[in-house]
């Protein structure tokens, strides 16, 4: 059996390669690929975590909840993406440049 | 059924928010949207403010919704708060969509569904529902700033707001998790417990609780976490921009005040040697400072209301930092500001909205240079709300400061204090920018001359303010009352 510490050690590692990603990759799918990724860093600790408290399953169902709720935010997150290709025939984020002070 | 009636705000926002996205499906005519979602949101603060009188104590049964939904009086005040704001909102769309030909009756729905969101984040007594609830209201949000399809600006601000904001609810949840592993609880009142035998020192708490304040720091918008807040303010249409100034803001600060008060409302964390009021401090300066030293150098006046909204998070960072002494003056006095800001920054977008028309916008100073003289009516309104949100007598935004400032002195924070007072000189200077071009400048030869806009539903939008921003100015004790009513305890 793989030891709780373990998973929260993975979890910690994917919440970190997300927030990388998000922070060094230009390209806008790739930065809603960085968030999904520390979104599922997220579930992973919630689970194991229950896993770890098995007298209720508090963690299981807020994953669930999370799951739900990330499916929605990609979907209006999409769209906008979707709308900027649309405009500039581009997905990269650093030639969204018309807003500066 | 006594329990129906305690939720009975919810259910009269539920209902309404259903009812106008069939009218939408259905309906021909679609002038009607904005009245039926001002009738909608009235009708739910007044429920609101009904059951305040009623009495929540006079029903039982609440607890059976507990600790999911907690209704308090904390939530009934800012359930009133945030559907006068989005009530403000709305109004405001009511004349600024047809003008722009942005026509479409989903903006309505989207607003009360995100304020539906933002009444469940203030009423949340679990970091599920509080998540449920941020998430609700932040989808609405930035589907309504990328509600000029066309506009790359628009597009462009919302894919920033939509990022960010997403990176923020990551770090947020991340924060949330490792709490849930350190304490074994997602509710708050469960937590607290947690945290008060004993668990406050462990390490997995205290990343939590860094992660926590980072994310809420993004959602209020304060200094370092700012910086999505000018282009999404200025690409949004104007209605979504103050829905975000006042009803997303508000929804921030009521998640902000439930969660460290009641969560990390132990004596260890709210203590200034190991707790959050010292990093609170730290951003509140940082935030006053940063957004009023840039707000000088904006020439978009929409990017001056931005900064201007980033600086009042630095103002009710400041009340946040005093409940650790004096929870509930300095809590009541953060609840005020509130109030006072939301009038005085939804008024302000209403007038500018009503100063310009389609093409002619008013957008930068320049835009209104000399409309005091060629337009009075709709100028004054503008320099009205200017003044108020400086903190100039007898308007709210001067007892709205006050109080803040009041609470953090007797609290003992006195350097604080000073910073921010000195912050507050500093802001008037771009308000009073605006007045002087409105009154003192007049266009360059060959620039576009703004048009006013004709629209009852700004004008009740930019009336409803004014009314509000003077009552509140000249008497506010009554408010303050309510105010304090309302003010979480710790713990």
Redesign the interface.
């Known amino acids: 059996m793989v030891p709780f510490e373990h998973y ?1 050690l993975l ?1 910690a590692v994917l ?1 970190t390669v ?2 990388v990603g ?1 922070l060094v990759r230009r390209n ?1 799918l790739m ?2 690929l960085s ?1 999904e990724v ?2 599922n ?2 579930n992973l ?2 689970v ?2 229950n896993r ?2 098995p007298e209720n399953h ?2 299981q ?2 994953a669930f ?2 799951i739900a ?1 990330e499916a ?2 990609v979907a ?2 999409l ?3 979707l ?2 290709y ?3 025939r581009t997905v990269r ?1 650093d030639e ?4 500066k ?1 | 059924m006594p329990l129906a009636l305690a939720l009975s705000p919810f259910l009269v926002l539920g209902f309404g928010a259903l009812l106008i996205m069939l009218a939408e499906a259905f309906g021909s005519r679609r002038g009607g949207m904005a009245l039926g979602s001002t009738i909608v949101l009235f009708a739910t603060g007044l429920t609101a403010a009904g059951l305040w009188m009623y009495g929540l104590e006079n029903l039982k049964g609440l607890e059976a919704v507990a600790p999911w939904l907690l209704l308090d009086r904390f939530t009934l005040f800012f359930q009133m708060l945030l559907c006068l704001g989005s009530a403000l909102a709305a109004l405001t769309a009511g004349g600024y969509l047809p003008e722009h030909e942005l026509d479409r009756g989903e903006f309505y729905a989207l607003l009360l569904f995100a304020t539906f969101g933002a009444m469940m984040v203030s009423a949340s007594g679990d970091l599920l529902t509080l998540f449920l609830g941020l998430e609700t209201m932040s989808l609405g949000a930035y589907a309504m700033t990328a509600f000029r399809k066309a506009s790359p600006r628009a597009t462009e601000g919302a894919l920033k707001y939509f990022l960010l904001g997403s990176f923020a609810a990551a770090i947020l949840l991340y924060g949330f998790a490792l709490l849930y592993g350190a304490t074994g609880h997602t509710d708050l009142a469960g937590i607290s417990k947690v945290l008060r035998a004993g668990a406050v020192k462990d390490p997995m708490v205290v990343t939590s609780l860094v992660l926590i304040l980072v994310g809420l720091v993004f959602k209020v918008s304060a200094v370092p976490f700012h910086a999505w807040t000018p282009d999404a303010y200025e690409g949004a249409p104007t209605p979504a921009t103050t829905y975000m100034a006042v009803v997303v803001k508000a929804g921030a600060f009521a998640m902000m005040l439930r969660i460290l008060l009641t969560a990390f409302g132990d004596a260890q964390s709210m203590s200034w040697s190991a707790g959050w009021p010292p990093v609170l401090a730290g951003i509140a300066v940082l935030t006053m400072t940063v957004a009023n030293l840039v707000a000088g150098r904006q020439e978009s006046v929409k990017r001056m209301l931005a900064y201007s909204s980033i600086a009042h998070a630095g103002y009710l960072l400041v009340g946040v930092v005093a409940t650790m002494r004096a929870p509930q003056q300095a809590g009541a006095s953060v609840l005020f500001y509130l109030l006072g800001y939301t009038v005085s920054t939804a008024g302000a977008f209403a007038a500018l909205v009503l100063c310009g028309s389609r093409g002619r916008e008013t957008v930068s100073y320049e835009d209104l240079a000399g409309i005091g003289r060629r337009h009075p009516a709709v100028a004054l309104p503008l320099a009205f709300f200017a003044l108020s949100l400086a903190g100039i007598p007898p308007t709210v935004g001067f007892f709205a400061k006050w109080f803040v400032f009041r609470a953090a002195v007797e609290s003992g924070f006195y350097v604080l204090t000073i910073v921010a007072f000195l912050n507050s000189v500093l802001g008037a200077y771009y308000y009073i920018r605006v007045l002087v071009y409105m009154y003192m400048r007049e266009p360059a030869v060959g620039a576009p001359v703004a048009v006013p806009m004709r629209s009852g539903y700004v004008v009740a939008a930019v009336i409803l303010s004014a009314v509000m921003v003077i009552v509140l100015g000249v008497a506010p004790s009554d408010t303050l009352d309510v105010a304090v009513a309302a003010a979480l305890s710790p713990g």
Do not use: Q
């Open positions: 929260i979890s919440f997300g927030s998000f806008v930065t809603l968030i520390m979104l860093a997220v600790a919630l194991a975590f770890a408290r508090t963690g169902m807020f909840f999370l709720a929605a935010e209006v997150g769209a906008i993406v709308s900027l649309r405009l500039k984020s969204a440049d018309l807003l002070n």
